[in-house]
């Protein structure tokens, strides 16, 4: 059983910066994709960043680009989410995710939530104006 545990959370001013870590157990790093998604209160929990399993690609959502940095150590099976110049839309609960793709070329990346196997408990980012 695959487990993630998300820490990193906490409460921000506007353009601020966070980093997110997200620490995996009972596997492989190299044979999952990892991401990371967003859960406002009232809305869909939606993808903000993904990484192949290899780290050499990645997904970022449009409303993140160029503020956020998905990367991970395999080694460790550690995934982490640099966040900068936050804003209050950033607001929500983080979740860690992860998809078994050992089948998968080790470039495959995916923000599909209903692909994801295994998630994280969540950390809650606040970002106040």
């Known amino acids: 059983q695959l487990q993630l545990v998300e820490s990193g959370g906490g409460s921000v001013q506007d353009g601020g910066s966070l980093r997110l870590s997200c620490a995996a157990s009972g596997g492989s790093g190299m044979n999952y994709v990892m991401g990371w998604f967003r859960q406002a209160p009232g809305k869909e929990r939606e993808a903000v960043a993904a990484?192949?399993?290899?780290?050499?690609?990645?997904y970022y959502a449009d409303s993140v680009k160029g503020r956020f940095a998905i990367s991970r150590d395999n080694a460790k099976f550690t995934v982490y989410l640099q966040m900068n110049s936050l804003k209050p839309e950033d607001t929500a609960v983080y979740y860690c995710?992860?998809?078994?793709?050992?089948?998968?070329?080790?470039?495959?990346?995916?923000?599909?939530?209903?692909?994801?196997?295994?998630w994280g408990q969540g950390t809650q980012v606040t970002v106040s104006s």
């Open positions: 990484i192949s399993r290899n780290g050499g690609f990645t």
């Open positions: 995710a992860a998809k078994f793709t050992a089948y998968k070329s080790p470039s495959y990346v995916t923000a599909a939530r209903d692909e994801y196997n295994y």
